[in-house]
């Protein structure tokens, strides 16, 4: 490590947003509250300069600052993460953008991700929920080796998912169905069956995560 944590914190103090884009990035929901907020590529090359520390990226993540629970899933180390620690900082989740930071960059890589997309998308915290729909997406973004019935598995949960009318669930759900629907032919047309099902139902949420995702994968042909 090259930057000691109160070094990491004066950074990103120094390097905060101004005003103005601050208030630009929490239109899009971006739970800030009071806190400071950098720009991810910077926080990004920030990560990539600390390296890799399990034991820092525990104390980061335990700050409850907003920029440094993302800086977390940057530097930690994947296989010391372990299933509590995973659900511990799940339950800290308090903004779209930590869930899938820390889901993308950390969580989906984990032996555990396949359990934990099914388990969080059952939980009714809102952030959690989300998070397992995202590792759902991740998973079939960055899992290259998986087999398709994986993916099929998690058809029942985005059916079941697509009715929660919160808008970061409800968006995670349909990114989850778009992005499983990518991977393959096969799975594109099972996921545009399953989408042409969801649409039936009458919840206004359910209509939307599957009209959106019918509308991109039928553009697509991964013959």
Do not use: C
């Amino acid at each position: 490590m090259t930057m000691s944590y109160n070094q990491i914190i004066s950074f990103i103090k120094s390097n905060r947003l101004s005003p103005a884009a601050k208030r630009r990035i929490q239109h899009f929901g971006v739970m800030l509250g009071d806190d400071f907020a950098i720009n991810i590529p910077v926080l990004r090359k920030l990560g990539k300069k600390i390296g890799k520390d399990h034991e820092l990226a525990l104390r980061l993540y335990n700050s409850g600052y907003h920029d440094a629970m993302i800086l977390a899933s940057y530097v930690d180390e994947i296989d010391k993460v372990t299933e509590k620690q995973m659900d511990v900082w799940a339950s800290r989740f308090n903004s779209w953008d930590i869930v899938d930071n820390t889901v993308g960059n950390l969580f989906d890589k984990t032996p555990y991700a396949w359990k934990k997309a099914v388990e969080w998308s059952k939980r009714k915290e809102e952030y959690v929920k989300r998070a397992g729909y995202a590792m759902m997406a991740e998973l079939a973004v960055h899992d290259k080796k998986a087999g398709d019935k994986l993916f099929e598995n998690f058809f029942k949960d985005i059916k079941r998912g697509s009715t929660d009318e919160r808008n970061f669930v409800k968006k995670a759900v349909n990114w989850a169905l778009r992005q499983v629907g990518k991977r393959n032919e096969r799975l594109r047309r099972k996921a545009l069956r399953l989408a042409y099902q969801i649409k039936k139902t009458s919840s206004r949420s359910a209509r939307w995560v599957a009209s959106d995702a019918i509308r991109e994968l039928e553009k697509i042909n991964l013959k």
